[in-house]
T-cell receptor, first 116, second 115 residues
Framework: AQSVSQHNHHVILSEAASLELGCNYS??????LFWYVQYPGQHLQLLLK??????LVKGIKGFEAEFIKSKFSFNLRKPSVQWSDTAEYFCAVTPYSGAGSYQLTFGKGTKLSVIP | DAGVIQSPRHEVTEMGQEVTLRCKPISGHNSLFWYRQTMMRGLELLIY????????DSGMPEDRFSAKMPNASFSTLKIQPSEPRDSAVYFC?????????????FGDGTRLSIL
């Protein structure tokens, strides 16, 4: 079974600071990778996804993530955060194919607080 | 375009009572998922339906929990009897197909408090 670990539980940044949230996964095969964002009191929204091809993927709101297969990592980045980015961020993984490919496994989440 | 619709948004009830959570998936989506979110355990998949049929219910905590999907546009998650440790946010999600390259779309969740 796959697992996901997110290194930071809570990150506090000032506006305009750069952001990098770590995500590592454990799985013996090919995977699809996702980042979801949950704004306070709201549902999870898809931020970006990686299926194949260019390991640097761009998502909404200026976010990007880089898949490094050798490190089993899929870190989320943003060059300059805004107060409105305050939210909880979840990394998730599914097997690329096979019987369990619906199984979206989430990390525990990283809470980001951006100070104006 | 309506997203996944869940009701109620909030539910507060006393332990021992029956709780029913409802979900309407996005029209045309044939896969439906129920998740539970807690501080301690994060997001956990409870059950997965494909074409209204339960495919994987290994995440359902115990017999007090049951889920049904009588048709393509409606699902329920029932807890009977409820206990304080069931307090959590319950999310429903749907996707076009139950495969990994179809992102899941989440509802707003039901915040359940069992007193």
């Amino acid at each position: 079974a796959q697992s996901v670990s997110q290194h930071n539980h809570h990150v506090i940044l000032s506006e305009a600071a750069s952001l990098e949230l770590g995500c590592n996964y454990s799985y013996g095969g090919t995977v699809n990778l996702f980042w979801y964002v949950q704004y306070p009191g709201q549902h999870l929204q898809l931020l970006l996804k990686y299926f194949s091809g260019d390991p640097l993927v761009k998502g909404i709101k200026g976010f990007e993530a880089e898949f490094i297969k050798s490190k089993f990592s899929f870190n989320l980045r943003k060059p300059s955060v805004q107060w409105s980015d305050t939210a909880e961020y979840f990394c998730a993984v599914t097997p690329y194919s096979g019987a369990g490919s619906y199984q979206l496994t989430f990390g525990k989440g990283t809470k980001l607080s951006v100070i104006p | 375009d309506a997203g996944v619709i869940q009701s109620p948004r909030h539910e507060v009830t006393e332990m021992g009572q029956e709780v029913t959570l409802r979900c309407k998936p996005i029209s045309g989506h044939n896969s439906l998922f129920w998740y539970r979110q807690t501080m301690m355990r994060g997001l956990e998949l409870l059950i997965y339906f494909n074409n209204n049929v339960p495919i994987d219910d290994s995440g359902m905590p115990e017999d007090r929990f049951s889920a049904k999907m009588p048709n393509a546009s409606f699902s329920t998650l029932k807890i009977q009897p409820s206990e304080p440790r069931d307090s959590a946010v319950y999310f429903c999600a749907s996707s076009l197909k139950g495969v990994s390259n179809q992102p899941q779309h989440f509802g707003d969740g039901t915040r359940l408090s069992i007193l």
